[in-house]
């Protein structure tokens, strides 16, 4: 399957302008430290799932879902007039948990080391 460009520089355009609207743009208290780690364009343009990470735990994440969902549709009529496009995608929110899964991997992996140097012992 040959690899859409343009869906690639929509992606990270949408990725941008979220980035930058999260930071600068809501003001809903509940959106807390979120970080913008990926935007994925479905096929025919018509939604994008917006993968985000939050610090903190789970209230934390559990707020901070509660104001993107909040903000979504001023969110899609900023990207839609930023883009020039009759209608930005619909914007699903999805937690990435990737740096969690890795914090959890580095863990046992120490525990691992530990076990080993006590062994060596």
Partial sequence: MAKSYRKERLNESIKEMLSELVLTGVRDP?????????????????????YYTVLGGEAEREESRNGL???????????????KVHSAP?????????LDRSMRIEAEIKKIHERDDEHDE
Avoid: M, P, Q
């Fill in 69 to 83: 969902e909040s903000a979504k549709s001023y969110l899609r009529k900023t990207i839609a007039r930023n883009l």
């Fill in 90 to 98: 619909e914007l699903r929110f999805v937690y990435d948990d990737t």
């Fill in 30 to 50: 509940r959106v807390g430290l979120v970080t913008i780690t990926a935007v994925d364009v479905a096929a025919d343009y018509e939604s994008a799932k917006v």
